[in-house]
């Protein structure tokens, strides 16, 4: 038996069962010149190769259209004889392979329409495919997974989950990732106990050691004893029954024991996510990230494509529904895009500053934004942005779409609110001039937490640094609320309004030891995963605001983390 201890929790809950260890190929390619005897095996490599890949993307294909596609690719005669001929020209299958897809990828690049220019994206996808299978590389090494198990992986990315079949998946363990990293964003979105950044967890494991994962309290069994597996499946039922006492709660409102009512909203990724977060009562949707529907694509999504998912996801909601546009960059890229090499990603080309740049790509989503609000409360939100000329471009862009889509007779909702994520330090800094600007702000704590103490969110080696309850982030927040409130200048410049709403929608909204003081503070929204949603009620149903507004007003006064902590009783 061993144990390990991890300080902070991705997604909380408790399980067991077998590890099951993933080990992500690494595709290193021998390209080259063959000899003449040799060309009749590269062919017939070639052709085994493609012989498999149709096998498995007539399987593909069932469940997702994309893979009707590729099949249709795989296929083409076009690519197949221009790899035959320069295998006979004595390239090996491999190099045959790279010189042809490369020739089809750059002319489809240099098509004028955006549809042939995408389908680029799909012969990299069926040359990966098709590499694979030449080197004998299992594609998806989460094929074999035929049993519940606890995943146990150096990282997972959104394409990886994406993929998986989560009936089987008791739990995620992973090497990499903090907790604000998307793969803990997604176990939480998901409802999946998991622990990230565990450093030695694929040297301590092996494939099929009995795993006991008790998220919440951070703790990881491997190979337990009789002992250990009677006091955890202990604790896992008390869990279940404090999960089943607090789900009553679904049918009350946030509101403190005072009447302070504020709003408990879900982040969600797509439609599934939102049709899971419906269930627990929702006052709305503070974020959705739309990036995903760009992750889990093959190209970028054409506005008829986004229009639907935001049709359905506005319809599903039934009430405010907040949608993010593009968040890329930083630690989540695109399949279908090659990103330049940067140092420092997450200090360079992401979220707003891409969406500026590609401005087709960015008003490609804003119209499908826009034809989505006919159709339910959609508001509409940029990330990442650290100046009002920024914003203001993001708006005027979003005019363009509107005078477009008037003089097009297609509706869209005339009053659509316009909102930014406050995530940077000159956001912070700018808020009472940014407050004139939109009609609402939501706090982003995870990117805000990293870029105001220079802390990387995803960096293990210094993880104990990443903490919101740092006095500059706790003044921060207290700082943006009071801008917030304090405005009262309406679209129109004159004083029309009594405050903007401003939420949050960082890990930090539902940290259970933060609840109070944002509430003390005058948060309106807490937006979280859809499972943090009844703790949190609980702690808000519990609490009187004049209380919470005292301690908070307390906190942030204190200058140190420690002072902070023991005001708090941590
Ligand atoms: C944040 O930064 O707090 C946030 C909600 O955005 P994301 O986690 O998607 O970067
Ligand atoms: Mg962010």
Not at 168 to 180: A, N, P, W
Request: glycine share 6%; net charge negative; charged share 30%.
């Amino acid at each position: 038996m061993k144990a390990i201890k991890v300080e902070k929790t991705a997604s909380k809950g408790i399980v067991m069962g077998k590890a099951f260890l993933v080990k992500k190929p690494e595709l290193i390619i021998n390209t080259g010149l063959i000899q003449e005897e040799e060309i009749t095996r590269e062919l017939n490599r070639y052709e085994a190769a493609v012989a498999k890949a149709t096998n498995e993307l007539m399987e593909l294909a069932k469940t997702n259209s994309i893979f009707g596609a590729h099949l249709e690719m795989v296929k083409d005669i076009a690519l197949y004889d221009s790899v035959t001929r320069k295998i006979k020209d004595k390239y090996n299958a491999e190099a045959a392979l790279e010189e042809a897809a490369a020739e089809f990828i750059s002319i489809f690049e240099a098509m004028d329409d955006d549809y042939m220019r995408e389908r680029a994206a799909d012969i990299k996808d069926i040359r990966y495919r098709l590499l694979c299978n030449l080197n004998g590389i299992d594609l998806n090494p989460f094929d074999s997974i035929k049993e519940p198990v606890v995943l146990i992986a150096e990282d997972l990315t959104p394409t990886d989950t994406a993929g998986l079949d989560l009936r089987y998946i008791l739990g995620f363990i992973t090497r990499d990732g903090g907790v604000t990293s998307h793969v803990s964003i997604m176990a939480k979105g998901l409802g999946i106990p998991a622990l990230v950044g565990v450093k030695d967890i694929l040297k301590e494991t092996e494939n099929g050691d009995f795993i006991i994962l008790d998220a919440g309290r951070g703790d990881i069994i491997i190979n337990p004893e009789e002992e250990a597996i009677a006091r955890y499946t202990a604790l896992r039922k008390e869990y279940e029954k404090r999960q089943l006492e607090l789900a009553e709660l679904n049918n009350f409102p946030a509101e403190t024991k005072d009447g302070r009512r504020v709003h408990l909203c879900a982040n969600v990724g797509n439609v599934k996510d939102i049709k899971n977060a419906v269930n627990y009562n929702i006052d709305g949707i503070g974020l959705f990230r739309s990036e995903f529907l760009y992750m889990e694509n093959t190209h970028f999504p054409t506005e008829e494509e986004q229009f639907l998912v935001y049709q359905e996801a506005a319809k599903l909601c039934g009430s405010e529904l907040t949608i993010r546009t593009l968040d890329i960059g930083g630690d989540k890229a695109l399949s279908y895009y090659e990103f330049d090499k940067e140092e420092n990603p997450f200090l360079g080309w992401r979220a707003i500053r891409i969406s500026l740049e590609l401005k087709p790509m960015f008003k490609t989503q804003l119209r499908a934004i826009l034809r989505a609000s006919a159709f339910g409360q959609i508001r509409v939100m940029f990330p990442m942005i650290i100046s009002v000329e920024e914003l203001r471009t993001a708006k005027a862009i979003m005019e363009e779409c509107k005078a477009e889509l008037r003089s097009e007779n297609i509706a869209f909702d005339e009053n659509l609110q316009v909102g930014m994520m406050i995530e940077t330090p000159a956001s912070v800094m700018m808020a009472e001039d940014f407050a004139k600007e939109v009609d609402f702000f939501s706090i982003g704590t995870n990117d805000l937490t990293q870029y105001m103490l220079a802390v990387d969110r995803g960096n293990k080696r210094i993880a104990p640094m990443y903490n919101s309850f740092h006095p500059s982030v706790l003044r921060s927040i207290k700082r943006v609320i009071k801008a917030g409130h304090d405005d009262k200048t309406g679209h129109d410049g004159k004083n029309s309004h009594e405050k903007i709403k401003v939420g949050m929608c960082g890990e930090f909204a539902s940290e259970e030891r933060a609840v109070k003081i944002l509430l003390g503070l005058g948060l309106d929204e807490f937006s979280m995963s859809a499972a943090e949603i009844p703790n949190v009620k609980n702690i808000i149903r519990n609490t009187s605001y004049e209380e919470a507004v005292q301690l908070s007003e307390k906190v942030c006064e204190m200058s140190t983390l420690e002072e902070v902590y023991e005001l708090l009783g941590i």
